[in-house]
């Protein structure tokens, strides 16, 4: 069966601290990723979506990137990290038209 | 442009009363449409779609759907709600061609006392 696996949990850094959340897929192939972040419980923003190895696409610009190194990874990346950062990242996966399939997220708190 | 509307930031709702949490959406051509359920910090839990057939989808823990193409609303409803169901609710909506991108609403929380 497919399994989603997204870490850390929980996580607080400086502001200007480099940050590194890191998602993996099992148990499917080419699956499309994603990242999504909500702010303060509530509506979920989409950041990233990828096709494939090396296809990433932006919704939003900001001081977040996202990379696929492989096929059923997905990181999400920035060199210096700001207050407006701070949320719950939450990562997807999904097939061709079918639902997304959730990370239980990483809640980033930026002091 | 793709976007969801959900026009109630809060339902409250007496437990085995029905329960409604509106949805409309713009999207050009036909629209894939969903429903998910969030509990406090986990990820979203998916409860039903729309992708085409019936205008009535039935989905997880009792919680039905009603398409409306002319209305373009997908209305999220369940006849006896339950404590338990008190949660927050996305719905989200893909075109049906030409990428994969998902955009959800707001979000609605539902209250439902005993």
């Known amino acids: 069966s497919q399994t989603i696996h997204q870490w850390p949990a929980t996580l607080v850094q400086p502001v200007g601290s480099p940050l590194s959340l890191e998602c993996t897929v099992e148990g499917t192939s080419n699956p499309n990723l994603y990242w999504y972040r909500q702010a303060a419980g509530r509506g979920l923003q989409l950041l990233f979506y990828s096709v494939g190895i090396g296809q990433i696409s932006s919704e939003v610009p900001q001081n977040l990137s996202a990379s696929r190194p492989q096929d059923r990874q997905f990181i999400l990346s920035s060199k210096k990290l700001l207050l407006s950062d701070s949320g719950f990242y939450l990562c997807?996966?999904?097939?061709?038209?079918?639902?997304?399939?959730f990370g239980s997220g990483t809640q980033l708190s930026v002091l | 442009a793709q976007s969801v509307a959900q026009p109630e930031d809060q339902v409250n709702v007496a437990e085995g009363n029905p329960l409604t949490v509106k949805c409309t959406y713009s999207?050009?051509?036909?629209?894939?449409l969903f429903w998910y359920v969030q509990y406090p910090n986990r990820g979203l839990q998916f409860l039903l779609k729309y992708i085409t057939g019936d205008n009535l989808v039935k989905g997880s823990y009792g919680f039905e759907a009603e398409f409306n193409k002319s209305q373009t609303s997908f209305h999220l409803k369940k006849p006896s709600a339950l404590v338990s169901d008190s949660a927050l609710y996305f719905c989200a909506v893909r075109h049906s061609t030409g990428g994969f991108k998902t955009i959800f609403g707001a979000g609605t929380r539902l209250f439902v006392k005993a």
């Open positions: 997807a996966w999904s097939v061709e038209k079918e639902k997304l399939f």
């Open positions: 999207v050009s051509g036909n629209p894939y």
